[in-house]
């Protein structure tokens, strides 16, 4: 656990089968003693971070690699490689030890995550549990309202009602012909005079042949009368104003304020792993191009391309390039390859330096991975998964590029690739390899960056 996140943790046996590695026969044997002595040094990183289970996986790739596999390959009892593999062995004594010192405390810290999982999954279920709850308690509290709601709105339409009936019983002193005055063609002087005060009030409503009695209408509880009267009569207050307000309704009760709570949610944050589930971010001084080509430039302008190795450190589970090595070489206008390695590969162990990717020019030709680069790059990014591939076009437009394998398919094509021709193509030559930088794994940043050309030594 570090902080408020919750990492999550392996068992043994899921970062043994992690820890699986197959070498291709093809692939020259020296790239996978060096990709054995990075692992190696990786998992002594990881481990002095506090990353432990990283470091137990990278320890049991390399004894997987250094004790069962190395040996079946073609090139494994050739002389050239005896110090190194000897060398391996030594370490693989080591890593071994630390393997057995790790195990308790990943058992350990591995059975506590599945602890958390399973009370995390509890809570899970009892929020579910809760809420469902909540809205039937929610729902209950609805209908139980809007029943009492119809309730009291039947209830005041009935007082409505009965207060309109009250309303109708003659006012004491009351008589038809007082009640009659001003009605068209009943009181005829009075009717002109104010025929134009109730013209609109009088049309509006049915004509007196349907008016009733009071008394009549109040004995038999016949229905409410459909009439309303001239102003005259109105006046008299004995008929409720029709456009007068009705009595108020029960308020609806505000169902929000009272309503239950739901539970609070629960935060769960993961923090899976990036080495186990995805590349890690390498991070490449962003004036190394300039540099590099400055420094090539002799080469490029005889049509001679040039390459450079990248390496680097690894720290908090990010990679940085932090030195460009440019190695003894030969060259033609289109492939450069490294001669006298031990040197280079010394120069790096001496210092701790990854090998990280690398670097080479196209004096001539446009910016892209031709079959030799896919080839040599594969073995790049077999030791290395985050490993890179720049290539720099200094006569063309788009100058350069950050490339790497596509895994799958790239990677496992060009491993399986037994073409002889030094140019080929490839089967999907577009899903090949990929762009690192523009969505990828790499960031280009302002960084200083050490500069070493072994070509004059
Ligand atoms: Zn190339
Ligand atoms: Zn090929």
Redesign the pocket.
């Known amino acids: 656990m570090r902080g408020n996140k919750v990492e999550k943790c392996f068992s043994l046996q899921e970062l043994n089968d992690r820890a699986k590695t197959t070498p291709v026969e093809s692939t020259p044997i020296r790239f996978y003693i060096r990709s054995a002595e990075q692992l190696f040094r990786q998992a002594k990183i990881y481990q002095q971070e506090g990353d432990l289970q990283t470091s137990y996986m990278l320890y049991m790739r390399f004894c997987n690699l250094v004790i069962t596999e190395l040996s079946k390959h073609v090139e494994y009892g050739q002389p050239a490689y005896k110090a190194s593999i000897v060398s391996l062995n030594k370490s693989a004594l080591v890593a071994m030890t630390e393997i057995e010192a790790l195990k308790p405390g990943l058992d350990k810290k591995y059975q506590e995550y599945q602890q958390y999982i399973k009370q995390r999954e509890e809570m899970v279920q009892a929020q579910i549990q809760a809420q469902v709850q909540a809205a039937q308690a929610m729902d209950m509290y609805r209908q139980h309202n809007e029943s009492q709601h119809r309730h009291e709105a039947n209830r005041a339409i009935k007082e409505r009602r009965d207060l309109e009936w009250a309303c109708v019983q003659p006012a004491p002193g009351w008589s038809l012909a007082k009640a009659l005055e001003g009605v068209p063609g009943l009181n005829a002087p009075q009717a002109t005079q104010h025929r134009h005060a109730y013209q609109q009030d009088y049309n509006s409503t049915v004509g007196l042949s349907e008016f009733h009695y009071p008394e009549y209408k109040r004995q038999h509880h016949h229905p409410r009368p459909e009439i309303s009267a001239p102003t005259s009569i109105r006046q008299q207050s004995f008929v409720p104003t029709p456009t007068g307000p009705p009595p108020a309704l029960p308020r609806k009760p505000v169902t929000q304020s009272i309503a239950p709570k739901l539970p609070p949610k629960i935060q769960i944050e993961e923090d899976i792993h990036e080495f186990s589930q995805g590349l890690r971010t390498l991070i490449v001084p962003v004036r190394l191009l300039d540099r590099f080509l400055n420094i090539v430039r002799p080469n490029t302008n005889r049509k001679l391309e040039t390459c450079g190795i990248l390496a680097g450190v690894l720290s908090r589970n990010k990679l940085t390039v932090t030195t460009l090595i440019i190695p003894k070489q030969t060259a033609t206008s289109d492939t450069c390859s490294t001669t006298n390695e031990d040197e280079l590969f010394e120069y790096q162990s001496e210092r701790d330096l990854m090998t990280l990717g690398w670097i080479h020019t196209h004096p001539t030709q446009t910016c892209f991975m031709s079959?030799v680069d896919?080839?040599t790059h594969c073995s790049y990014q077999l030791m290395l998964p985050e490993a890179i591939a720049i290539v720099c076009a200094p006569s063309h437009e788009k100058d350069y590029g950050v490339f790497r394998l596509t895994d799958p398919p790239g990677l496992q094509v060009?491993t399986n690739?037994r073409?002889k021709p030094l140019f080929?193509q490839?089967p999907g030559e577009d899903d090949i390899y990929t762009d690192a930088c523009d969505q990828g794994h790499v960031e280009l940043l302002d960084l200083d960056l050490d500069i070493v050309d072994l070509r004059g030594k």
């Open positions: 079959s896919l080839h060009i690739c073409q080929h490839h």
